[in-house]
């Protein structure tokens, strides 16, 4: 009976910890958003918020000559099952070591 009061009291004790913590970081975030939209960014003096940064983008939205990239990055067009199939058959024939002798069409 002991070890069950002691397991509710040490279980108590941790939720109550995770929900401190959990309305501290709601907090937290909702004070840096209403800094953020006022252009206030971290790593920034307010000094030096009247010049604007510009945020930087990730490397692979960029070209070769590093201008960002403004058209889509993956196109996938559908297809059916036989197509692929087809595909991947010709993959397979096309490798070397493959012969056909050996293989089981089904």
């Given at each position: ?25 709601l ?19 307010q ?40 595909q ?19």
């Amino acid at each position: 009976m002991l070890l069950h009061l002691l397991y509710i009291l040490a279980f108590t004790v941790l939720a109550l910890l995770a929900v401190g913590n959990l309305i501290r970081n709601l907090m937290t975030l909702g004070v840096e958003s209403q800094r953020a939209s006022r252009g206030w960014s971290p790593g920034v003096s307010q000094a030096g918020s009247s010049s604007r940064q510009e945020p930087i983008p990730h490397p692979e939205l960029l070209d070769s000559t590093g201008n960002v990239i403004n058209e889509p990055l993956l196109v996938m067009r559908s297809m059916s099952v036989e197509d692929a199939r087809e595909q991947l058959d010709a993959l397979y024939e096309s490798s070397p070591g493959s012969s056909t002798d050996s293989r089981d069409d089904v």
